[in-house]
């Protein structure tokens, strides 16, 4: 899940099954509320590249003072590993809530929220971290926080409630229910991008093989899309061969793909604002969507299980992390790796392997832009890929590393996940 891996048994029922080709859905609900304020509007810089307010040197002031570490949440253990990247050291570890699964700067990059949904309870919460001193502190409980955004002006975090089929809006310091909006028409909600203004946002929804497309003016929900599966995709053959160091990483052998619908992961817009970029397990690849007219308009295969997607620091290249599984619990040592693709031709420009095998999943970019750091979903271990060689270095972590974050990251404000900041 991105539930990354929701572990429901009618969740992975749902996954499994073919349904329907594409098409868009009806309209959703909302709960009745007044419309938000309007997002403050893009600076020029801004409306010409999405990523240039967060490149390697625009370190906030808010950050000065922030220790250098990469915080790892492990989904079974119900822990967070503390890593500091100068060493490459373990140099901390605490317990958290059940089931934590992301690791979320909050709007005002002052405090790092663990989002542990505790899934199939009522007991989810959220952990904070100070960045200064890299400790947690009291948590506070608030209903199936799979995940956390934040709304553009940084009035509301916006907590999505997957199991619950919903986004609730709340007070970024204190978590007090804002305003709820329903997702009936999407099960499996789990990871999201903004359009540039703030208007907007498209979530994904992973058991459906859906995007749901929400107004955040208005707050309801415009419409699904379903997205088109690729006529081929990557063959998964357990126990082959996997790339040696220092050889080339290829996809594999291609196979009739079967699958009507698709398993959407982490979604990304592009520098330009006009598309946005989504990871689907199934397909192997990113679709890629017009977000205006809320249409798919291309597909970039990359390999199997594609999931996270990062950015360069430079806003040229988008790091996909591939999984090595179309499967929602993978085998260890999967044909996992990332691509590397060029954002003005939407080509694949770099393959890296995991050598001997491995499964990339969430993390994020060093505020530096050298280092793409990744938790191994299957493997207990986390990677560091040097991002001019694909170069990779392992840390051992907890049992079932998620939606790690990199600390600090430049930029004016985070928009949630695992450090979405702009």
Same mark, same amino acid.
């Given at each position: 899940?991105?539930?990354?891996?929701?572990?429901?048994?009618?969740?992975?029922?749902?996954?499994?099954?073919?349904?329907?080709?594409?098409?868009?859905?009806?309209?959703?609900?909302?709960?009745?509320?007044?419309?938000?304020?309007?997002?403050?509007?893009?600076?020029?810089?801004?409306?010409?590249?999405?990523?240039?307010?967060?490149?390697?040197?625009?370190?906030?002031?808010?950050?000065?003072?922030?220790?250098?570490?990469?915080?790892?949440?492990?989904?079974?253990?119900?822990?967070?590993?503390?890593?500091?990247?100068?060493?490459?050291?373990?140099?901390?570890?605490?317990?958290?809530?059940?089931?934590?699964?992301?690791?979320?700067?909050?709007?005002?990059?002052?405090?790092?929220?663990?989002?542990?949904?505790?899934?199939?309870?009522?007991?989810?919460?959220?952990?904070?971290?100070?960045?200064?001193?890299?400790?947690?502190?009291?948590?506070?409980?608030?209903?199936?926080?799979?995940?956390?955004?934040?709304?553009?002006?940084?009035?509301?975090?916006?907590?999505?409630?997957?199991?619950?089929?919903?986004?609730?809006?709340?007070?970024?310091?204190?978590?007090?229910?804002?305003?709820?909006?329903?997702?009936?028409?999407?099960?499996?909600?789990?990871?999201?991008?903004?359009?540039?203004?703030?208007?907007?946002?498209?979530?994904?929804?992973?058991?459906?093989?859906?995007?749901?497309?929400?107004?955040?003016?208005?707050?309801?929900?415009?419409?699904?899309?379903?997205?088109?599966?690729?006529?081929?995709?990557?063959?998964?053959?357990?126990?082959?061969?996997?790339?040696?160091?220092?050889?080339?990483?290829?996809?594999?052998?291609?196979?009739?793909?079967?699958?009507?619908?698709?398993?959407?992961?982490?979604?990304?817009?592009?520098?330009? @604002?006009?598309?946005?970029?989504?990871?689907?397990?199934?397909?192997?690849?990113?679709?890629?969507?017009?977000?205006?007219?809320?249409?798919?308009? @291309?597909?970039?295969?990359?390999?199997?299980?594609?999931?996270?997607?990062?950015?360069?620091?430079?806003?040229?290249?988008?790091?996909?992390?591939?999984?090595?599984?179309?499967?929602?619990?993978?085998?260890?040592?999967?044909?996992?790796?990332?691509?590397?693709?060029?954002?003005?031709?939407?080509?694949?420009?770099?393959?890296?392997?995991?050598?001997?095998?491995?499964?990339?999943?969430?993390?994020?970019?060093?505020?530096?832009?050298?280092?793409?750091?990744?938790?191994?979903?299957?493997?207990?271990?986390?990677?560091?890929?040097?991002?001019?060689?694909?170069?990779?270095?392992?840390?051992?972590?907890?049992?079932?590393?998620?939606?790690?974050?990199?600390?600090?990251?430049?930029?004016?404000?985070?928009?949630?996940?695992?450090?979405?900041?702009?």
């Amino acid at each position: 899940m991105t539930s990354t891996m929701n572990t429901r048994p009618d969740a992975v029922a749902a996954a499994a099954r073919a349904l329907l080709a594409c098409t868009t859905l009806a309209l959703g609900a909302a709960h009745a509320a007044p419309p938000a304020a309007p997002a403050a509007p893009a600076a020029a810089a801004e409306a010409r590249n999405v990523y240039s307010t967060s490149t390697a040197d625009k370190l906030s002031a808010a950050v000065a003072g922030d220790l250098e570490r990469v915080y790892v949440p492990n989904l079974r253990s119900g822990d967070v590993t503390v890593i500091d990247p100068a060493t490459m050291k373990v140099v901390s570890r605490f317990k958290v809530g059940i089931g934590p699964q992301h690791i979320v700067p909050s709007w005002d990059l002052r405090t790092l929220w663990v989002t542990n949904n505790a899934e199939n309870t009522t007991k989810g919460s959220l952990t904070p971290i100070d960045p200064r001193t890299g400790k947690p502190g009291k948590p506070i409980a608030v209903d199936d926080p799979y995940n956390m955004y934040a709304t553009l002006d940084g009035k509301s975090a916006i907590v999505v409630a997957e199991a619950r089929k919903r986004l609730d809006f709340r007070d970024p310091k204190t978590m007090a229910l804002q305003y709820s909006i329903d997702t009936p028409g999407c099960p499996g909600i789990n990871h999201a991008d903004f359009s540039i203004d703030g208007k907007f946002a498209i979530f994904t929804c992973e058991f459906s093989g859906t995007l749901a497309k929400i107004d955040l003016e208005a707050r309801k929900v415009l419409g699904y899309l379903k997205l088109e599966m690729p006529k081929t995709r990557i063959k998964e053959t357990p126990g082959a061969p996997r790339t040696k160091a220092g050889a080339v990483w290829e996809p594999g052998e291609s196979e009739i793909c079967t699958v009507t619908k698709g398993m959407p992961q982490d979604i990304r817009i592009s520098p330009d @604002g006009k598309r946005f970029y989504v990871a689907d397990m199934m397909a192997d690849g990113v679709h890629v969507i017009d977000g205006d007219a809320f249409k798919q308009v @291309g597909f970039i295969q990359t390999s199997i299980g594609a999931h996270g997607l990062y950015p360069s620091r430079d806003g040229k290249r988008l790091f996909v992390a591939n999984r090595g599984s179309h499967k929602i619990h993978g085998s260890r040592l999967g044909n996992g790796g990332v691509s590397v693709i060029d954002f003005a031709t939407d080509k694949v420009v770099a393959r890296w392997p995991v050598p001997g095998g491995g499964s990339p999943d969430m993390g994020n970019v060093s505020a530096d832009g050298k280092w793409l750091w990744l938790a191994a979903r299957y493997d207990d271990v986390v990677y560091r890929f040097d991002t001019a060689t694909g170069d990779v270095t392992q840390v051992k972590v907890g049992s079932e590393p998620h939606g790690l974050t990199v600390w600090p990251q430049p930029g004016r404000f985070s928009l949630g996940h695992t450090g979405n900041t702009r």
